[in-house]
């Protein structure tokens, strides 16, 4: 708890603005960012106790500005499982974002396709998810400020906000499902075995990011 305290106050002290919404930007999503007006852009490796991002395509910064007057902090790219880190660390950006505030998280992906009707380019919707990652975030003490010891994982997605993008995304005539994620440690991607036992368990898509944080 008091490295999370640290990094908040140290992002804290850099801005006055003060989010409450938060956005975790996926593979090919980075270029959301031309969209925020920023006034605090910051490495990660410049956050106290924040992991630098390694892979490709996730720049490895924490920007905090606004979009259409809302204050958003977002994060341009995250920390893998897969890249050897532990749990802890990889949910630790999060974590601090809750610390500073933030009570509306909105995490995206670039995922796998479970569902032939699911082409290339859809956007899905996560309505629920599939821990099959070996591992849990929660492990060890409870962080009480955070979160009970045993949270409920029925709801662990919004509803309203499952209802808002998908009435954004008709409106916006963009192609989209709703369905649920699997979430797999990575870093090889799944056999044809794997991808027939994840549609049979319920899988729309499979990934291996997202479900630690959520």
């Known amino acids: 708890m008091d490295n999370l ?8 002290s850099k801005t006055s603005l003060k989010p409450k919404i938060g956005i975790v930007l996926g593979s090919g999503l980075g ?11 910051l490495p990660f490796a410049e956050i106290p ?6 892979v490709e395509g996730h720049n490895g910064q924490l920007l905090i ?4 007057g809302q204050a958003v902090a977002c994060m341009q790219g995250r920390i893998h499982y897969y890249e050897g880190h ?5 949910v630790f950006p999060v974590r601090t974002l809750a610390m500073l505030g933030v009570e509306t998280i909105i995490l995206t992906n670039a995922a796998g396709s479970l569902r032939e009707q699911n082409k290339a380019g859809t956007f899905l919707i996560i309505k629920d998810h599939i ?14 400020h955070l979160g009970p010891r045993f949270p409920d994982m029925t709801e662990t997605y919004d509803k309203k906000l ?3 993008m998908t009435d954004v995304f008709k409106e916006q005539k963009v192609t989209h ?10 870093p090889t991607y799944e056999t044809p075995a794997e991808v027939q036992y994840l549609r049979l368990i319920g899988g729309d898509a499979v990934g291996m990011s997202t479900v630690p944080e959520a």
């Open 177 to 186: 499902a709703t369905g649920n994620y699997c979430g797999v440690s990575g």
């Open 131 to 144: 821990n099959l990652m070996g591992d849990n975030p929660l492990k060890g003490p409870n962080l009480k």
């Open 31 to 41: 270029h959301f960012v031309n969209k925020i007006e920023v006034e605090l852009s």
């Open 5 to 12: 305290q640290e990094a908040a106050n140290f992002i804290r």
């Open 86 to 90: 532990p749990m802890h660390q990889v």
């Open 49 to 54: 106790h924040f992991a630098p991002a390694t």
């Open 162 to 164: 499952i209802q808002t």
């Open 65 to 68: 500005g606004t979009v259409n």
